[in-house]
Protein backbone atom coordinates (compact mmCIF):
# COMPACT_ATOMS: atom_id res chain seq x y z
CA UNK A 1 0.00 0.00 0.00
CA UNK A 2 2.05 2.74 0.99
CA UNK A 3 5.20 3.43 1.85
CA UNK A 4 5.33 0.35 3.85
CA UNK A 5 5.84 -1.68 -0.13
CA UNK A 6 8.32 0.62 -0.76
CA UNK A 7 10.47 -0.02 1.72
CA UNK A 8 10.28 -3.60 1.73
CA UNK A 9 10.87 -4.68 -1.71
CA UNK A 10 10.09 -8.89 -2.30
CA UNK A 11 13.55 -8.50 -4.24
CA UNK A 12 15.84 -7.30 -1.85
CA UNK A 13 18.39 -9.70 -0.60
CA UNK A 14 17.63 -12.67 1.42
CA UNK A 15 19.32 -13.12 5.12
CA UNK A 16 20.71 -16.27 5.86
CA UNK A 17 18.49 -18.56 8.31
CA UNK A 18 20.60 -20.07 11.04
CA UNK A 19 20.31 -23.76 11.58
CA UNK A 20 17.10 -24.67 12.26
CA UNK A 21 15.11 -22.45 10.78
CA UNK A 22 12.02 -23.51 9.23
CA UNK A 23 12.40 -25.92 6.31
CA UNK A 24 10.27 -25.70 2.82
CA UNK A 25 8.83 -29.37 4.17
CA UNK A 26 6.94 -27.38 7.09
CA UNK A 27 4.29 -26.01 5.31
CA UNK A 28 0.85 -24.65 7.07
CA UNK A 29 -0.30 -20.89 5.26
CA UNK A 30 -0.93 -21.37 2.00
CA UNK A 31 1.73 -23.66 1.31
CA UNK A 32 4.27 -21.35 3.15
CA UNK A 33 5.77 -22.28 6.32
CA UNK A 34 3.87 -21.89 9.35
CA UNK A 35 5.78 -18.37 10.56
CA UNK A 36 4.58 -16.88 7.91
CA UNK A 37 1.12 -16.49 9.47
CA UNK A 38 2.66 -15.54 12.65
CA UNK A 39 4.70 -12.56 10.80
CA UNK A 40 1.89 -12.14 8.71
CA UNK A 41 -0.87 -11.17 11.45
CA UNK A 42 1.81 -9.12 13.41
CA UNK A 43 2.41 -6.72 10.38
CA UNK A 44 -1.29 -6.68 9.55
CA UNK A 45 -1.95 -5.41 13.36
CA UNK A 46 1.08 -2.97 13.31
CA UNK A 47 -0.17 -1.64 9.73
CA UNK A 48 -4.18 -1.59 11.49
CA UNK A 49 -2.24 0.71 14.11
CA UNK A 50 -0.28 2.87 12.08
CA UNK A 51 -2.51 3.72 9.61
CA UNK A 52 -5.55 4.20 11.91
CA UNK A 53 -3.55 6.48 13.98
CA UNK A 54 -1.98 8.44 10.76
CA UNK A 55 -5.87 8.43 9.67
CA UNK A 56 -7.19 10.53 12.89
CA UNK A 57 -3.59 12.40 12.96
CA UNK A 58 -3.77 16.24 11.02
CA UNK A 59 -7.87 15.79 11.61
CA UNK A 60 -7.26 15.48 15.52
CA UNK A 61 -4.78 18.67 15.36
CA UNK A 62 -6.62 21.14 13.58
CA UNK A 63 -10.04 19.81 14.89
CA UNK A 64 -11.07 22.62 17.40
CA UNK A 65 -10.95 21.91 21.13
CA UNK A 66 -14.74 22.17 21.52
CA UNK A 67 -14.56 19.48 19.46
CA UNK A 68 -12.01 17.42 21.40
CA UNK A 69 -8.97 18.49 19.11
CA UNK A 70 -5.73 20.09 19.96
CA UNK A 71 -6.61 23.50 17.94
CA UNK A 72 -3.33 23.70 16.28
CA UNK A 73 -2.96 25.21 12.82
CA UNK A 74 -2.54 23.67 9.58
CA UNK A 75 1.09 24.98 9.53
CA UNK A 76 1.84 23.71 12.90
CA UNK A 77 -0.19 20.22 12.14
CA UNK A 78 1.97 19.48 8.97
CA UNK A 79 5.12 20.05 10.22
CA UNK A 80 4.31 17.57 13.40
CA UNK A 81 2.98 15.04 10.83
CA UNK A 82 5.92 15.34 8.82
CA UNK A 83 8.61 15.04 11.83
CA UNK A 84 6.16 11.94 12.89
CA UNK A 85 5.79 10.19 9.16
CA UNK A 86 9.69 11.09 8.54
CA UNK A 87 11.01 9.78 12.04
CA UNK A 88 9.46 6.33 11.52
CA UNK A 89 11.66 5.89 8.55
CA UNK A 90 14.68 7.90 9.80
CA UNK A 91 14.62 5.12 12.61
CA UNK A 92 14.73 1.96 11.00
CA UNK A 93 18.13 2.51 10.21
CA UNK A 94 19.06 2.19 14.24
CA UNK A 95 16.72 -0.36 14.97
CA UNK A 96 17.80 -2.59 12.16
CA UNK A 97 20.99 -2.31 13.79
CA UNK A 98 20.38 -3.01 17.62
CA UNK A 99 18.68 -6.19 16.31
CA UNK A 100 21.98 -7.30 14.23
CA UNK A 101 23.95 -6.24 17.59
CA UNK A 102 22.61 -6.51 20.27
CA UNK A 103 18.69 -7.88 20.84
CA UNK A 104 17.91 -10.07 17.49
CA UNK A 105 15.16 -9.79 15.55
CA UNK A 106 12.77 -11.58 17.30
CA UNK A 107 13.25 -9.51 20.18
CA UNK A 108 13.23 -6.55 18.36
CA UNK A 109 9.66 -7.05 16.94
CA UNK A 110 8.56 -7.91 20.51
CA UNK A 111 9.79 -5.11 21.69
CA UNK A 112 8.84 -2.97 19.37
CA UNK A 113 5.13 -3.74 19.27
CA UNK A 114 4.84 -3.54 23.44
CA UNK A 115 6.44 -0.12 22.44
CA UNK A 116 4.25 1.30 19.51
CA UNK A 117 0.81 0.04 21.56
CA UNK A 118 1.66 2.18 25.16
CA UNK A 119 2.38 4.61 22.10
CA UNK A 120 -1.40 4.67 21.08
CA UNK A 121 -2.82 4.36 24.65
CA UNK A 122 -0.47 7.10 25.54
CA UNK A 123 -2.31 9.13 22.86
CA UNK A 124 -5.77 7.69 24.46
CA UNK A 125 -4.90 9.94 27.73
CA UNK A 126 -5.77 13.46 27.13
CA UNK A 127 -3.26 16.30 27.10
CA UNK A 128 -0.53 17.77 24.80
CA UNK A 129 2.25 16.05 27.04
CA UNK A 130 0.77 12.18 25.95
CA UNK A 131 0.08 12.91 22.57
CA UNK A 132 3.71 13.72 22.05
CA UNK A 133 4.88 11.34 24.06
CA UNK A 134 2.67 8.61 22.36
CA UNK A 135 4.41 9.96 19.19
CA UNK A 136 7.75 9.48 20.22
CA UNK A 137 6.42 6.41 21.28
CA UNK A 138 5.06 4.81 18.25
CA UNK A 139 8.19 5.84 16.30
CA UNK A 140 10.70 4.41 18.24
CA UNK A 141 8.50 0.95 18.36
CA UNK A 142 7.99 1.24 15.01
CA UNK A 143 11.58 1.49 13.95
CA UNK A 144 12.50 -1.28 16.22
CA UNK A 145 9.58 -3.69 14.68
CA UNK A 146 9.40 -2.65 10.45
CA UNK A 147 12.57 -3.38 9.50
CA UNK A 148 13.05 -6.76 11.35
CA UNK A 149 9.70 -8.27 10.66
CA UNK A 150 10.12 -7.83 6.99
CA UNK A 151 13.98 -9.39 7.68
CA UNK A 152 12.52 -12.37 9.68
CA UNK A 153 10.03 -13.07 6.84
CA UNK A 154 13.05 -13.75 4.57
CA UNK A 155 14.98 -15.49 6.94
CA UNK A 156 12.10 -18.56 6.55
CA UNK A 157 13.38 -19.15 3.09
CA UNK A 158 16.31 -20.39 3.47
CA UNK A 159 16.42 -21.56 -0.18
CA UNK A 160 15.23 -18.30 -1.96
CA UNK A 161 13.93 -18.17 -5.05
CA UNK A 162 10.59 -17.25 -6.58
CA UNK A 163 8.99 -19.39 -3.48
CA UNK A 164 10.71 -16.85 -1.29
CA UNK A 165 9.04 -13.83 -3.70
CA UNK A 166 5.33 -15.61 -3.67
CA UNK A 167 6.25 -15.49 0.50
CA UNK A 168 6.61 -11.71 0.09
CA UNK A 169 3.60 -11.12 -2.05
CA UNK A 170 1.34 -12.77 1.17
CA UNK A 171 3.00 -11.02 3.79
CA UNK A 172 2.31 -7.50 1.78
CA UNK A 173 -1.84 -8.62 1.37
CA UNK A 174 -1.30 -8.07 5.15
CA UNK A 175 0.10 -4.86 5.35
CA UNK A 176 -2.57 -3.87 2.75
CA UNK A 177 -5.44 -5.29 4.51
CA UNK A 178 -4.88 -3.69 7.87
CA UNK A 179 -4.14 -0.21 6.15
CA UNK A 180 -7.29 -0.52 4.66
CA UNK A 181 -9.89 -2.09 7.80
CA UNK A 182 -8.06 0.36 9.67
CA UNK A 183 -9.08 3.86 8.74
CA UNK A 184 -12.80 2.31 8.52
CA UNK A 185 -12.79 1.40 12.24
CA UNK A 186 -10.51 3.78 14.21
CA UNK A 187 -11.36 6.61 11.88
CA UNK A 188 -14.85 6.18 12.60
CA UNK A 189 -14.28 5.92 16.11
CA UNK A 190 -12.16 8.49 16.49
CA UNK A 191 -14.57 10.88 14.33
CA UNK A 192 -17.37 9.44 15.61
CA UNK A 193 -17.24 8.44 19.01
CA UNK A 194 -14.22 10.59 20.89
CA UNK A 195 -10.51 10.68 19.47
CA UNK A 196 -8.58 9.14 22.17
CA UNK A 197 -10.87 6.52 21.98
CA UNK A 198 -9.26 6.02 18.31
CA UNK A 199 -6.15 6.31 19.33
CA UNK A 200 -6.82 3.38 22.08
CA UNK A 201 -8.08 1.39 19.45
CA UNK A 202 -5.38 1.84 17.25
CA UNK A 203 -3.80 0.45 20.67
CA UNK A 204 -6.06 -2.68 21.14
CA UNK A 205 -5.04 -3.68 18.02
CA UNK A 206 -1.35 -3.79 18.32
CA UNK A 207 -1.99 -5.38 21.42
CA UNK A 208 -3.63 -8.14 19.58
CA UNK A 209 -0.67 -8.17 17.09
CA UNK A 210 1.52 -9.23 20.08
CA UNK A 211 -0.28 -11.71 21.74
CA UNK A 212 -0.66 -13.64 18.60
CA UNK A 213 2.93 -13.31 17.85
CA UNK A 214 4.35 -14.65 21.11
CA UNK A 215 1.75 -16.95 20.21
CA UNK A 216 3.09 -18.27 17.12
CA UNK A 217 6.63 -17.85 18.18
CA UNK A 218 7.18 -22.08 18.47
CA UNK A 219 6.59 -21.69 14.29
CA UNK A 220 9.47 -19.29 14.18
CA UNK A 221 12.08 -21.93 14.80
CA UNK A 222 15.98 -20.06 15.33
CA UNK A 223 14.63 -17.33 12.62
CA UNK A 224 15.40 -13.69 14.33
CA UNK A 225 17.60 -15.16 16.92
CA UNK A 226 20.50 -13.20 17.85
CA UNK A 227 23.41 -15.66 16.91
CA UNK A 228 25.94 -16.66 19.78
CA UNK A 229 28.80 -17.51 17.33
CA UNK A 230 29.71 -13.64 16.37
CA UNK A 231 33.24 -13.72 15.33
CA UNK A 232 35.19 -11.25 17.45
CA UNK A 233 38.98 -10.59 16.13
CA UNK A 234 41.14 -7.65 16.49
CA UNK A 235 40.53 -6.75 12.98
CA UNK A 236 36.88 -6.33 13.46
CA UNK A 237 36.99 -4.81 16.80
CA UNK A 238 39.14 -2.37 14.98
CA UNK A 239 36.54 -1.87 12.70
CA UNK A 240 33.86 -1.56 15.01
CA UNK A 241 35.97 0.84 16.73
CA UNK A 242 36.76 2.80 13.23
CA UNK A 243 32.68 2.97 12.98
CA UNK A 244 32.20 4.43 16.39
CA UNK A 245 34.80 7.55 15.62
CA UNK A 246 32.78 8.24 12.50
CA UNK A 247 29.81 7.84 14.17
CA UNK A 248 30.41 10.37 16.73
CA UNK A 249 32.04 12.67 14.61
CA UNK A 250 28.68 12.94 12.31
CA UNK A 251 26.42 13.27 15.72
CA UNK A 252 29.22 16.24 16.17
CA UNK A 253 28.68 17.77 13.04
CA UNK A 254 25.02 17.21 12.96
CA UNK A 255 25.00 19.38 16.21
CA UNK A 256 27.13 21.97 14.71
CA UNK A 257 25.12 22.58 11.97
CA UNK A 258 22.09 22.81 14.10
CA UNK A 259 23.65 25.26 16.38
CA UNK A 260 25.00 27.20 12.99
CA UNK A 261 21.12 27.15 11.79
CA UNK A 262 19.78 28.54 15.23
CA UNK A 263 22.09 31.26 15.55
CA UNK A 264 21.87 32.37 11.69
CA UNK A 265 17.40 32.25 12.49
CA UNK A 266 17.46 30.24 9.35
CA UNK A 267 15.42 27.50 11.85
CA UNK A 268 13.89 28.35 15.46
CA UNK A 269 14.66 24.94 17.25
CA UNK A 270 11.81 25.51 19.74
CA UNK A 271 9.11 25.34 17.29
CA UNK A 272 7.88 22.34 15.56
CA UNK A 273 8.47 24.29 12.00
CA UNK A 274 11.70 24.52 13.24
CA UNK A 275 12.02 21.46 14.01
CA UNK A 276 11.24 20.47 10.87
CA UNK A 277 12.64 22.39 8.93
CA UNK A 278 16.04 21.18 11.02
CA UNK A 279 15.40 17.86 10.20
CA UNK A 280 14.93 18.83 6.48
CA UNK A 281 18.63 20.16 6.36
CA UNK A 282 20.29 17.13 8.14
CA UNK A 283 18.68 14.46 5.90
CA UNK A 284 19.91 16.84 3.12
CA UNK A 285 23.38 17.36 4.41
CA UNK A 286 23.92 13.56 5.42
CA UNK A 287 22.89 12.78 1.98
CA UNK A 288 25.46 15.13 0.39
CA UNK A 289 27.91 14.18 2.67
CA UNK A 290 27.30 10.36 1.82
CA UNK A 291 27.88 10.87 -1.66
CA UNK A 292 30.22 13.09 -1.79
CA UNK A 293 32.70 11.00 0.26
CA UNK A 294 31.74 7.91 -2.05
CA UNK A 295 32.55 9.80 -5.07
CA UNK A 296 35.95 11.05 -3.91
CA UNK A 297 37.47 8.99 -1.03
CA UNK A 298 35.26 5.81 -1.62
CA UNK A 299 37.71 3.85 -3.45
CA UNK A 300 35.24 3.38 -6.10
CA UNK A 301 35.78 2.22 -9.85
CA UNK A 302 34.52 3.95 -12.37
CA UNK A 303 31.41 2.10 -13.18
CA UNK A 304 30.61 1.90 -9.58
CA UNK A 305 30.97 5.45 -9.53
CA UNK A 306 28.26 6.02 -12.44
CA UNK A 307 25.62 3.61 -10.94
CA UNK A 308 26.24 5.75 -7.63
CA UNK A 309 25.43 8.51 -9.84
CA UNK A 310 22.28 6.75 -10.89
CA UNK A 311 21.34 5.96 -6.95
CA UNK A 312 21.62 10.15 -6.70
CA UNK A 313 19.46 10.61 -9.27
CA UNK A 314 16.56 8.08 -8.00
CA UNK A 315 17.40 9.65 -4.34
CA UNK A 316 15.87 13.01 -5.29
CA UNK A 317 13.37 11.47 -7.28
CA UNK A 318 12.40 8.86 -4.27
CA UNK A 319 11.94 12.47 -2.28
CA UNK A 320 9.44 14.07 -4.86
CA UNK A 321 7.56 11.43 -5.04
CA UNK A 322 7.01 10.47 -1.37
CA UNK A 323 6.28 14.43 -1.00
CA UNK A 324 3.60 14.34 -3.22
CA UNK A 325 2.53 10.53 -1.85
CA UNK A 326 1.88 11.61 1.35
CA UNK A 327 -0.40 14.27 0.89
CA UNK A 328 -2.88 11.24 1.39
CA UNK A 329 -2.87 11.84 5.24
CA UNK A 330 -2.20 15.21 5.36
CA UNK A 331 -3.66 17.82 2.69
CA UNK A 332 -6.09 15.86 0.68
CA UNK A 333 -7.40 14.40 4.24
CA UNK A 334 -8.14 17.68 5.14
CA UNK A 335 -9.92 18.17 1.97
CA UNK A 336 -11.79 15.59 2.64
CA UNK A 337 -12.90 16.92 5.59
CA UNK A 338 -13.53 20.27 4.64
CA UNK A 339 -14.65 20.65 1.30
CA UNK A 340 -15.99 17.13 0.05
CA UNK A 341 -19.47 15.95 0.29
CA UNK A 342 -19.26 12.80 2.17
CA UNK A 343 -23.23 12.25 2.85
CA UNK A 344 -23.87 8.66 1.64
CA UNK A 345 -27.42 7.18 1.74
CA UNK A 346 -28.48 10.12 3.93
CA UNK A 347 -25.22 9.63 6.74
CA UNK A 348 -22.37 11.58 6.22
CA UNK A 349 -19.17 9.16 6.35
CA UNK A 350 -16.13 9.93 8.18
CA UNK A 351 -13.35 11.73 6.17
CA UNK A 352 -10.78 9.56 7.68
CA UNK A 353 -12.78 6.46 5.53
CA UNK A 354 -11.10 7.74 2.41
CA UNK A 355 -7.30 6.35 3.70
CA UNK A 356 -8.73 2.87 3.03
CA UNK A 357 -8.98 4.33 -0.84
CA UNK A 358 -5.59 4.10 -1.71
CA UNK A 359 -5.07 -0.02 -0.19
CA UNK A 360 -8.08 -1.00 -2.03
CA UNK A 361 -6.86 0.01 -4.93
CA UNK A 362 -3.51 -1.82 -3.91
CA UNK A 363 -5.10 -4.97 -3.11
CA UNK A 364 -7.05 -5.13 -6.35
CA UNK A 365 -4.63 -4.10 -8.91
CA UNK A 366 -0.78 -4.99 -7.58
CA UNK A 367 -1.30 -8.77 -9.29
CA UNK A 368 -2.39 -6.71 -12.04
CA UNK A 369 0.64 -4.74 -12.41
CA UNK A 370 2.79 -8.13 -11.64
CA UNK A 371 1.37 -10.05 -14.30
CA UNK A 372 1.59 -6.93 -16.52
CA UNK A 373 5.58 -6.09 -15.98
CA UNK A 374 6.37 -10.34 -16.47
CA UNK A 375 3.81 -10.00 -19.90
CA UNK A 376 5.95 -6.77 -21.09
CA UNK A 377 9.40 -8.82 -20.34
CA UNK A 378 8.63 -11.85 -22.07
CA UNK A 379 7.91 -9.83 -25.12
CA UNK A 380 11.38 -7.46 -24.09
CA UNK A 381 9.36 -4.32 -23.50
CA UNK A 382 9.56 -3.87 -19.94
CA UNK A 383 10.07 -0.47 -19.19
CA UNK A 384 13.80 0.17 -17.95
CA UNK A 385 13.81 1.42 -13.89
CA UNK A 386 14.46 4.69 -14.57
CA UNK A 387 11.11 4.73 -17.36
CA UNK A 388 9.04 3.29 -14.14
CA UNK A 389 10.40 6.24 -11.79
CA UNK A 390 9.16 9.05 -14.60
CA UNK A 391 5.75 6.64 -14.76
CA UNK A 392 5.70 7.10 -11.10
CA UNK A 393 6.29 10.48 -10.89
CA UNK A 394 4.14 12.07 -14.22
CA UNK A 395 0.81 9.98 -12.50
CA UNK A 396 1.36 11.22 -9.38
CA UNK A 397 1.43 15.05 -11.36
CA UNK A 398 -1.97 14.22 -12.66
CA UNK A 399 -3.72 12.83 -9.75
CA UNK A 400 -2.63 16.54 -8.39
CA UNK A 401 -4.24 17.53 -11.27
CA UNK A 402 -7.24 16.49 -10.65
CA UNK A 403 -7.02 17.95 -7.17
CA UNK A 404 -6.88 20.95 -8.96
CA UNK A 405 -9.78 21.09 -10.73
CA UNK A 406 -11.61 19.65 -7.71
CA UNK A 407 -10.45 22.32 -5.77
CA UNK A 408 -11.71 24.88 -8.60
CA UNK A 409 -14.82 23.18 -7.97
CA UNK A 410 -15.47 23.72 -4.71
CA UNK A 411 -14.42 27.71 -4.85
CA UNK A 412 -18.09 28.07 -5.94
CA UNK A 413 -18.74 27.60 -2.58
CA UNK A 414 -20.28 24.06 -3.13
CA UNK A 415 -18.74 20.63 -1.42
CA UNK A 416 -17.24 18.32 -4.06
CA UNK A 417 -17.99 14.47 -4.73
CA UNK A 418 -15.87 12.75 -3.17
CA UNK A 419 -15.65 10.80 -6.58
CA UNK A 420 -12.65 13.62 -6.88
CA UNK A 421 -10.13 11.77 -4.14
CA UNK A 422 -11.01 8.21 -5.32
CA UNK A 423 -9.75 9.42 -8.79
CA UNK A 424 -6.92 11.19 -7.37
CA UNK A 425 -6.14 7.71 -5.23
CA UNK A 426 -6.44 5.75 -8.82
CA UNK A 427 -3.96 7.68 -10.10
CA UNK A 428 -1.59 7.60 -7.40
CA UNK A 429 -1.90 3.78 -6.76
CA UNK A 430 -0.57 3.87 -10.25
CA UNK A 431 2.37 5.67 -9.41
CA UNK A 432 3.20 3.88 -6.34
CA UNK A 433 3.09 0.63 -8.70
CA UNK A 434 4.94 1.83 -11.57
CA UNK A 435 7.86 3.52 -9.18
CA UNK A 436 7.42 1.67 -5.57
CA UNK A 437 8.68 -2.13 -6.12
CA UNK A 438 11.48 -0.63 -8.10
CA UNK A 439 13.56 1.32 -5.89
CA UNK A 440 15.23 -0.15 -2.96
CA UNK A 441 15.63 -3.76 -5.20
CA UNK A 442 17.38 -1.33 -7.73
CA UNK A 443 19.53 -0.01 -5.21
CA UNK A 444 20.45 -2.77 -3.99
CA UNK A 445 21.46 -4.47 -7.76
CA UNK A 446 23.52 -0.90 -8.24
CA UNK A 447 25.53 -0.40 -4.77
CA UNK A 448 28.50 -1.86 -4.89
CA UNK A 449 28.39 -5.16 -2.84
CA UNK A 450 30.26 -3.28 0.29
CA UNK A 451 28.06 -0.89 0.92
CA UNK A 452 24.31 -1.98 0.18
CA UNK A 453 23.95 -2.03 3.95
CA UNK A 454 24.92 2.07 3.72
CA UNK A 455 22.63 2.03 0.13
CA UNK A 456 19.70 0.58 2.19
CA UNK A 457 20.14 3.66 4.78
CA UNK A 458 20.38 6.29 2.23
CA UNK A 459 17.12 4.83 0.50
CA UNK A 460 15.60 5.05 3.99
CA UNK A 461 16.30 8.81 4.32
CA UNK A 462 15.10 10.02 0.84
CA UNK A 463 11.72 8.70 2.45
CA UNK A 464 12.15 10.50 5.41
CA UNK A 465 12.97 13.27 3.62
CA UNK A 466 10.09 12.98 1.35
CA UNK A 467 7.68 12.97 4.30
CA UNK A 468 9.16 15.55 6.00
CA UNK A 469 8.59 17.91 2.89
CA UNK A 470 4.98 16.56 2.75
CA UNK A 471 4.37 18.16 5.93
CA UNK A 472 5.53 21.60 5.31
CA UNK A 473 3.75 21.77 2.24
CA UNK A 474 0.50 20.32 3.80
CA UNK A 475 0.95 23.02 6.07
CA UNK A 476 -0.30 25.54 3.52
CA UNK A 477 -3.91 24.38 3.08
CA UNK A 478 -5.21 27.21 5.14
CA UNK A 479 -2.59 30.05 3.74
CA UNK A 480 -2.33 29.36 -0.07
CA UNK A 481 -5.39 28.80 -2.34
CA UNK A 482 -6.07 25.01 -2.97
CA UNK A 483 -5.67 25.27 -7.18
CA UNK A 484 -1.95 26.94 -6.38
CA UNK A 485 -1.28 24.60 -3.69
CA UNK A 486 -1.96 21.52 -5.49
CA UNK A 487 -1.14 23.20 -9.08
CA UNK A 488 1.78 23.13 -7.50
CA UNK A 489 2.97 19.78 -6.43
CA UNK A 490 1.68 18.36 -9.69
CA UNK A 491 3.81 20.98 -11.39
CA UNK A 492 6.54 19.42 -9.44
CA UNK A 493 5.80 15.82 -9.74
CA UNK A 494 5.25 16.25 -13.89
CA UNK A 495 8.04 18.71 -14.72
CA UNK A 496 10.74 15.86 -12.43
CA UNK A 497 8.86 12.69 -14.57
CA UNK A 498 9.12 14.51 -17.97
CA UNK A 499 13.22 15.70 -17.35
CA UNK A 500 13.89 12.18 -15.64
CA UNK A 501 12.25 11.06 -19.55
CA UNK A 502 14.74 12.91 -21.33
CA UNK A 503 17.73 11.07 -19.81
CA UNK A 504 16.09 7.52 -19.19
CA UNK A 505 19.04 6.07 -22.24
CA UNK A 506 21.62 7.66 -20.53
CA UNK A 507 20.98 6.66 -16.76
CA UNK A 508 19.97 3.45 -18.45
CA UNK A 509 23.86 3.19 -19.86
CA UNK A 510 25.23 4.15 -16.45
CA UNK A 511 23.45 1.50 -15.27
CA UNK A 512 25.40 -1.12 -16.70
CA UNK A 513 23.67 -4.06 -17.36
CA UNK A 514 21.21 -3.56 -14.32
CA UNK A 515 17.62 -3.19 -15.51
Request: contains cysteine; hydrophobic residues 50%; aromatic residues 12%.
Amino acid sequence: MTQTSATQSPREPAPLAPPGAPTPAQRGFFGHPRGLATLFFTEMWERFSYYGMRALLILFMTASAEKGGLGFDTTKAGAIYGLYTGSVYLMAMPGGWLADRLIGQRRAVLYGGIIIALGHFSMALPGTFFFYLGLLLIVLGTGLLKPNVSAMVGGLYPEGGARRDAGFSIFYMGINIGAFTAPLFVGWVGERVNWHWGFGLAGIGMVAGVIQYLLGDRHLGEVGKLSKNVPGSSAQAEGRGGSRAVGLAVVGGLVGLLVLLQVLHVVDLTTAVGLASAGGFIIFALALAFFGYQFTAGGLEAAEKRRLGVIAVFFVCSSIFWAGFEQAGSSLNLFARELTDRVVFGEEVPASTLQSVNALFIIALAPVFAWLWVWLNKRGREPSSPAKFSLGLVLLGLGFGVMVAASLAAATGHKVSPLWLVLTYLLHTFGELSLSPVGLSTVTKLAPPRTVGQMMGVWFMSMALGNLIAGRVAGQFESMPLPQLFGAVAGVAIGAGLVLTLFVRPLRRMMGGVH
